[in-house]
């Protein structure tokens, strides 16, 4: 099955060429119902808070929520982070709504302005571990947002040094919590939460093709976990009460070879 692609905004043009370059289809997302026809998704970098008005325009809110929650695989980047992030900090007045689903704080235009855009080597050996290659990465940081904090469940993949000159970053009073001066010497830059990943930068903008690879081993994985209660659901439908009686109590949560 095809790859869904947000494609209200941004670089969803480059992921769709990414995944081409893997051999994988993507196909453009705009509307709620087309989400229907997809297990996996793609939410790209661009402008969040644009990204957010269109996804609002469109009534795709609702829906985006519903896919993240049955588990299907997302893999949000840049502004895509920003969208999954439960808590967002440096938003503009008022805020702008998110999908949520991560377990995460995330902290938009935490390195600055469009200006202050840069590329790094990021060590991922996670990634490398997972699809080969050297245990670094290039990650191009376009206004790109930081995870500041992360939930128990989970996984950081990649993390960078916050740099001397970084002016201060206050994260407000939320949860119950004071409002506190973040001195954390690192940001998280890319994390993993069950089916859900998200990059503060863009892989899609490179000819490095493994964080594609990456999402697509876990769609793949997503599948195969979904299969044993799928054939469980056809087997419960067909079956005839000798077929019941055969199996006798044995659980059929499991798949069955023989
Ligand atoms: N700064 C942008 C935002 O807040 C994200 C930038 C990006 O996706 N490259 O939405």
Redesign the pocket.
């Known amino acids: 099955m095809a790859v869904g692609v947000l494609a209200l905004q941004?670089s969803y043009n480059e992921h769709i060429a990414a995944l081409r370059r893997i051999g994988v289809k993507g196909v453009e997302i705009k509307k709620p119902e087309q989400l229907r026809g997809v297990d996996s998704l793609i939410i790209p970098?661009?402008?969040?808070?644009t990204?957010a008005k269109l996804a609002e325009l469109h009534n795709l809110f609702p829906a985006l929520r519903e896919f993240v929650g049955s588990g299907n695989p997302v893999w949000g980047?840049?502004?895509g982070l920003?969208f999954l992030a439960n808590k967002a900090v440096g938003q503009k007045t008022g805020g702008q709504e998110l999908v949520g689903g991560l377990d995460c704080t995330v902290h938009?235009?935490f390195f600055g302005s469009q200006l202050q855009s840069f590329e790094i080597e990021l060590v991922v050996p996670k990634l490398a571990e997972k699809e080969g290659g050297t245990n670094t990465c290039r990650g191009v940081f376009?206004?790109?947002?930081a995870i500041l904090e992360v939930g128990p469940n989970v996984e950081v993949i990649a993390d960078l040094p916050v740099s001397s000159d970084q002016p201060k970053v206050v994260l407000p009073a939320i949860d119950g919590q004071e409002e506190r001066e973040f001195t954390d010497d690192k940001v998280i830059v890319a994390i993993k939460q069950g089916n859900l990943l998200a990059t503060a930068f863009?892989p899609e903008l490179t000819s490095d093709s493994r964080w594609h690879r990456y999402f697509m081993a876990m769609v793949e994985e997503a599948k195969q976990e979904a299969t044993p209660s799928e054939a469980l659901v056809k087997y419960d439908v067909y079956a005839n009460d000798e077929d019941v009686n055969a199996i006798g109590k044995r659980h059929l949560d499991l798949p069955i070879f023989e």
């Open positions: 941004g970098g661009g402008e969040s808070t990204m980047t840049c502004a920003i938009r235009n376009i206004r790109a947002p863009h």
